[in-house]
Nanobody, 119 residues
Framework: QVQLVESGGGLVQAGGSLRLSCAAS????????MGWFRQAPGKEREFVAG????????RYADSVKGRFTISRDNAKNTVYLQMNSLKPEDTAAYYC????????????WGQGTQVTVSS
């Protein structure tokens, strides 16, 4: 089992920044793919960014490329999502996910953290 706990969401003005954290515990995560997803009201959950725990590979949705950065701290077993130049359309609940094989269909999910960007 893998437990994931997100934090760092909040209310920010357009153009501002936030950093989300995902604290992971449970199994050894060195072989896992970690991802951030988001779900806006009335929309399906979508992939935002992902990385192998080793850091050898990262992926981003086109809508966030150049604005968001995924990273991790091995010592803290934590994955981050640095979000810059936020837009109102980034408003959503953000979820952390983990899986051994799949980038876009993680087996483990956190509870989510809300990000609201005001215009």
């Amino acid at each position: 089992q893998v437990q994931l706990v997100e934090s760092g969401g909040g209310l920010v003005q357009a153009g501002g920044s936030l950093r989300l954290s995902c604290a992971a515990s449970g199994r050894t995560l060195s072989t896992y793919i970690m991802g951030w997803f988001r779900q806006a009201p009335g929309k399906e959950r979508e992939f935002v960014a992902g990385m192998t725990w080793s850091g050898s590979s990262t992926r981003y949705a086109d809508s966030v490329k150049g604005r968001f950065t995924i990273s991790r701290d091995n010592a803290k077993n934590t994955v981050y999502l640095q979000m810059n130049s936020l837009k109102p359309e980034d408003t959503a609940a953000y979820y952390c996910g983990a899986d051994k094989f799949y980038w876009y269909r993680p087996n483990y999910w956190g509870q989510g953290t809300q990000v609201t960007v005001s215009s």
